[in-house]
């Protein structure tokens, strides 16, 4: 339902459009429900205001009419929407940001020894360890591997290369060492 002080907006809008007085626009808002559009029909056809020059509306055209100027208009529009502003590159790096944090929140790197997991923690505790303090970090995931330590990285969807795969292989390359150390 309407309120008053709609129905009085909407009366003062239909005589602006229109240009009849307050009586003929609220007398046509009432019998047409207060439908805007309605009530400017009611109005034509009642010849409280004149009725369009043009019977027919249309967007198609039989012929086609350009001119240099409206071409070069539209060639100047498209360059200037495809240009990258500086607002467009960082929105850009701060997506590809994003979608690389949340990744590395969401792919984990666990440590295994005996099939059992002793660390769990995301990736991106792991690159921030190995960029404050890789001469700690490092050495240790190395000698880990000699004290049968096999690293994953759970979460991972497709890779082209299976890193899974490379740690296993490290981790037995590790263990073949330490055999061969022990037997001479």
Not at 77 to 100: E, I, P
Request: hydrophobic share 40%; charged share 30%.
């Amino acid at each position: 339902m309407v309120n008053v002080m709609d129905k009085l907006e909407k009366v003062e809008k239909l005589r602006e459009k229109t240009g009849v007085t307050y009586e003929d626009a609220k007398a046509a808002l009432e019998a047409c429900d207060y439908d805007m559009l309605d009530a400017i029909i009611y109005l034509e056809k009642l010849d409280k205001i004149k009725k369009p020059d043009v019977d027919k509306y249309t967007t198609e055209s039989s012929e086609t009419y350009t001119t240099s100027e409206f071409d070069k208009a539209q060639e100047d529009y498209k360059k200037d929407c495809s240009k990258k502003t500086l607002g467009n590159a960082v929105d850009g790096f701060m997506g590809v940001l994003k979608k690389l944090l949340k990744k590395s929140i969401d792919t984990k790197f666990e440590v295994v020894r005996y099939e059992e997991t002793v660390i769990n923690v995301p990736v991106l505790v792991l690159v921030i360890a190995l960029i404050f303090a890789f001469w700690v970090v490092l050495p240790l995931l190395i000698v880990g591997m000699f004290f049968d330590f096999k690293y994953h990285f759970a979460g991972i969807n497709s890779v082209n290369v299976n890193i899974n795969e490379m740690c296993d292989k490290a981790a037995d390359a590790c263990t073949d060492i330490k055999n061969d150390m022990k037997s001479k």
